[in-house]
Protein backbone atom coordinates (compact mmCIF):
# COMPACT_ATOMS: atom_id res chain seq x y z
CA UNK A 1 0.00 0.00 0.00
CA UNK A 2 1.33 3.47 -0.64
CA UNK A 3 2.04 5.64 2.34
CA UNK A 4 -0.41 8.67 2.89
CA UNK A 5 -0.20 12.26 3.30
CA UNK A 6 -2.43 15.27 4.30
CA UNK A 7 -1.33 17.88 2.57
CA UNK A 8 -2.80 21.40 3.04
CA UNK A 9 -3.65 23.26 0.03
CA UNK A 10 -4.33 27.31 -0.14
CA UNK A 11 -4.15 27.00 -3.93
CA UNK A 12 -1.09 29.29 -3.85
CA UNK A 13 2.96 29.18 -4.87
CA UNK A 14 4.03 27.41 -2.25
CA UNK A 15 1.24 24.84 -0.81
CA UNK A 16 0.96 23.84 -4.74
CA UNK A 17 5.14 23.60 -4.77
CA UNK A 18 4.77 21.36 -1.33
CA UNK A 19 1.94 19.23 -2.89
CA UNK A 20 4.07 18.72 -6.06
CA UNK A 21 6.86 17.34 -3.70
CA UNK A 22 4.97 15.11 -1.81
CA UNK A 23 3.39 13.22 -4.97
CA UNK A 24 7.43 13.58 -6.55
CA UNK A 25 8.34 11.47 -2.97
CA UNK A 26 5.39 8.45 -3.33
CA UNK A 27 3.09 9.77 -1.04
CA UNK A 28 -0.97 9.27 -1.78
CA UNK A 29 -2.06 12.64 -1.29
CA UNK A 30 -4.97 14.23 0.94
CA UNK A 31 -5.64 17.79 0.27
CA UNK A 32 -7.08 19.97 2.50
CA UNK A 33 -8.10 23.40 2.21
CA UNK A 34 -9.91 26.20 4.24
CA UNK A 35 -12.42 28.38 3.81
CA UNK A 36 -12.36 31.28 6.49
CA UNK A 37 -14.16 33.56 4.57
CA UNK A 38 -10.31 34.76 3.39
CA UNK A 39 -10.27 37.86 1.50
CA UNK A 40 -8.85 36.36 -1.89
CA UNK A 41 -11.21 33.38 -2.29
CA UNK A 42 -10.21 33.06 -5.64
CA UNK A 43 -7.43 30.82 -4.19
CA UNK A 44 -9.61 27.91 -3.22
CA UNK A 45 -10.89 27.63 -6.77
CA UNK A 46 -7.00 27.27 -7.96
CA UNK A 47 -6.65 25.14 -4.97
CA UNK A 48 -9.18 22.86 -6.50
CA UNK A 49 -7.61 22.84 -9.96
CA UNK A 50 -3.91 22.00 -8.27
CA UNK A 51 -5.45 19.38 -6.21
CA UNK A 52 -6.87 17.48 -9.64
CA UNK A 53 -4.21 17.99 -11.66
CA UNK A 54 -1.38 16.33 -9.41
CA UNK A 55 -3.73 13.35 -8.59
CA UNK A 56 -4.88 14.34 -5.11
CA UNK A 57 -6.60 10.69 -3.60
CA UNK A 58 -9.10 13.61 -2.39
CA UNK A 59 -9.38 17.38 -1.54
CA UNK A 60 -11.59 18.33 1.21
CA UNK A 61 -12.34 22.16 1.53
CA UNK A 62 -13.58 22.90 5.60
CA UNK A 63 -15.61 25.85 6.14
CA UNK A 64 -14.64 28.27 9.22
CA UNK A 65 -15.68 31.65 9.46
CA UNK A 66 -12.78 33.27 11.01
CA UNK A 67 -14.43 36.21 9.71
CA UNK A 68 -16.19 36.33 12.78
CA UNK A 69 -13.29 37.30 15.10
CA UNK A 70 -11.79 39.83 12.29
CA UNK A 71 -8.28 40.71 12.83
CA UNK A 72 -6.20 40.98 9.98
CA UNK A 73 -7.06 42.47 6.51
CA UNK A 74 -7.52 39.23 5.15
CA UNK A 75 -10.60 38.48 7.37
CA UNK A 76 -11.95 42.19 7.49
CA UNK A 77 -12.93 44.27 4.77
CA UNK A 78 -12.36 47.30 7.04
CA UNK A 79 -8.38 46.88 7.39
CA UNK A 80 -6.79 47.30 3.97
CA UNK A 81 -3.73 45.28 2.44
CA UNK A 82 -0.62 47.05 3.02
CA UNK A 83 0.46 48.21 -0.67
CA UNK A 84 4.24 48.35 0.69
CA UNK A 85 6.29 46.73 2.91
CA UNK A 86 5.72 47.78 6.82
CA UNK A 87 7.58 47.14 9.93
CA UNK A 88 6.77 43.93 12.27
CA UNK A 89 4.47 41.98 12.08
CA UNK A 90 1.89 42.95 8.97
CA UNK A 91 -2.26 42.90 9.48
CA UNK A 92 -1.80 40.34 6.83
CA UNK A 93 -1.24 38.45 9.58
CA UNK A 94 -4.37 35.76 10.07
CA UNK A 95 -4.30 34.79 14.41
CA UNK A 96 -3.80 31.52 14.77
CA UNK A 97 -4.95 30.07 10.91
CA UNK A 98 -1.75 27.54 10.53
CA UNK A 99 -2.55 26.33 14.11
CA UNK A 100 -6.02 25.41 13.23
CA UNK A 101 -5.31 24.09 9.50
CA UNK A 102 -2.32 21.89 11.27
CA UNK A 103 -5.17 20.93 13.78
CA UNK A 104 -7.55 20.16 10.90
CA UNK A 105 -5.22 18.18 9.23
CA UNK A 106 -4.06 16.43 12.07
CA UNK A 107 -7.57 14.92 12.87
CA UNK A 108 -7.55 13.85 9.33
CA UNK A 109 -4.52 12.06 9.48
CA UNK A 110 -5.08 9.86 12.49
CA UNK A 111 -8.56 8.50 10.64
CA UNK A 112 -6.91 7.84 7.73
CA UNK A 113 -4.10 6.31 9.44
CA UNK A 114 -1.66 8.82 8.26
CA UNK A 115 1.77 9.30 9.93
CA UNK A 116 2.44 12.46 7.42
CA UNK A 117 1.27 16.21 7.11
CA UNK A 118 2.67 18.60 4.62
CA UNK A 119 2.80 22.18 5.07
CA UNK A 120 3.87 24.74 2.52
CA UNK A 121 5.28 27.27 5.03
CA UNK A 122 8.62 29.61 4.67
CA UNK A 123 10.86 31.57 6.75
CA UNK A 124 12.72 33.43 4.81
CA UNK A 125 9.93 34.99 2.50
CA UNK A 126 7.51 34.71 5.25
CA UNK A 127 6.44 38.31 5.76
CA UNK A 128 6.93 37.67 9.84
CA UNK A 129 4.24 35.55 10.61
CA UNK A 130 5.12 33.81 13.71
CA UNK A 131 3.65 30.68 12.80
CA UNK A 132 5.93 29.98 9.79
CA UNK A 133 9.09 29.64 11.33
CA UNK A 134 11.16 26.48 12.23
CA UNK A 135 10.20 26.29 15.85
CA UNK A 136 6.71 26.36 15.35
CA UNK A 137 6.67 23.62 12.90
CA UNK A 138 8.70 21.34 15.60
CA UNK A 139 6.49 22.32 18.80
CA UNK A 140 3.25 21.23 16.95
CA UNK A 141 4.66 18.09 16.14
CA UNK A 142 5.46 17.44 19.53
CA UNK A 143 2.35 18.18 20.71
CA UNK A 144 0.50 16.21 17.60
CA UNK A 145 2.46 13.30 19.12
CA UNK A 146 1.25 14.29 22.82
CA UNK A 147 -2.20 14.49 21.91
CA UNK A 148 -3.65 11.78 19.58
CA UNK A 149 -4.47 7.85 20.21
CA UNK A 150 -1.91 7.25 17.34
CA UNK A 151 0.81 8.64 18.41
CA UNK A 152 0.36 7.06 22.12
CA UNK A 153 -0.51 3.93 20.39
CA UNK A 154 3.52 4.46 18.57
CA UNK A 155 2.23 5.65 14.87
CA UNK A 156 4.17 8.85 15.31
CA UNK A 157 3.57 12.00 13.31
CA UNK A 158 5.84 13.91 11.33
CA UNK A 159 4.78 17.34 10.21
CA UNK A 160 6.63 18.02 6.77
CA UNK A 161 8.04 21.93 5.98
CA UNK A 162 10.31 21.12 2.67
CA UNK A 163 10.10 24.55 1.93
CA UNK A 164 11.12 25.82 5.51
CA UNK A 165 14.29 26.87 4.71
CA UNK A 166 14.02 28.01 0.88
CA UNK A 167 14.33 31.49 -0.81
CA UNK A 168 11.21 31.98 -2.96
CA UNK A 169 13.34 31.55 -5.84
CA UNK A 170 14.74 27.98 -4.59
CA UNK A 171 11.02 26.92 -4.19
CA UNK A 172 9.98 28.28 -8.07
CA UNK A 173 12.87 26.25 -9.31
CA UNK A 174 11.66 22.86 -7.25
CA UNK A 175 8.67 23.13 -8.08
CA UNK A 176 8.98 24.07 -12.05
CA UNK A 177 11.58 20.99 -11.87
CA UNK A 178 9.09 18.77 -10.48
CA UNK A 179 7.05 20.33 -13.87
CA UNK A 180 4.58 22.01 -11.73
CA UNK A 181 2.42 25.08 -14.04
CA UNK A 182 2.58 28.07 -11.57
CA UNK A 183 0.06 29.56 -14.06
CA UNK A 184 -2.88 27.38 -11.99
CA UNK A 185 -1.87 29.14 -8.45
CA UNK A 186 -3.49 32.23 -6.72
CA UNK A 187 -1.15 34.35 -4.12
CA UNK A 188 -2.21 37.25 -4.24
CA UNK A 189 -3.99 39.11 -1.02
CA UNK A 190 -6.87 40.78 -3.04
CA UNK A 191 -6.82 38.63 -6.00
CA UNK A 192 -10.33 39.19 -7.81
CA UNK A 193 -12.56 37.00 -8.66
CA UNK A 194 -11.28 35.86 -11.69
CA UNK A 195 -8.10 34.94 -9.47
CA UNK A 196 -6.05 38.19 -11.04
CA UNK A 197 -3.84 39.63 -8.73
CA UNK A 198 -3.22 43.12 -7.52
CA UNK A 199 1.00 43.17 -8.26
CA UNK A 200 1.08 45.60 -5.24
CA UNK A 201 0.82 43.30 -1.55
CA UNK A 202 3.61 41.63 0.16
CA UNK A 203 2.60 38.23 -1.36
CA UNK A 204 2.70 39.73 -5.24
CA UNK A 205 5.95 41.19 -4.19
CA UNK A 206 7.93 37.97 -3.27
CA UNK A 207 6.45 35.99 -5.98
CA UNK A 208 7.35 38.27 -8.42
CA UNK A 209 10.62 38.70 -7.00
CA UNK A 210 10.61 34.92 -6.68
CA UNK A 211 10.25 34.24 -10.15
CA UNK A 212 13.07 36.98 -11.79
CA UNK A 213 15.74 35.46 -9.39
CA UNK A 214 14.79 32.36 -10.79
CA UNK A 215 15.28 33.52 -14.18
CA UNK A 216 11.93 31.93 -14.99
CA UNK A 217 8.48 33.19 -16.68
CA UNK A 218 6.22 34.51 -14.14
CA UNK A 219 2.98 33.08 -15.29
CA UNK A 220 0.77 35.47 -12.86
CA UNK A 221 -1.82 36.97 -14.42
CA UNK A 222 -2.15 40.64 -13.05
CA UNK A 223 -5.50 42.80 -13.22
CA UNK A 224 -5.89 45.67 -15.86
CA UNK A 225 -4.71 48.97 -14.47
Same mark, same amino acid.
Given at each position: ????????????????????????????????? #???????????????????????????????????????????????????????????????????????? #???? *????????????????????????????????????????????????? !??????????????????? #???????? !???????? *?????????????????? #??????????????
Amino acid at each position: MSKKAVVLLSGGLDSATVLAIARSQGYECYCLS #LDYHQRHSAELLAAQRVAECLGAAEHKTVQLDLSLFGGSALTDNRIDVPQSPTEGIPVTYVPARNTIMLSLA #LAWA *EVLKSRDIFIGVNALDYSGYPDCRAEYVRAFQSMANLATKAAVEGDTIT !VHAPLIDLSKADIVKRGSA #LGFDYGMT !VSCYQADE *EGRACGKCDSCRFRREGF #LAAGLADPTRYQPG
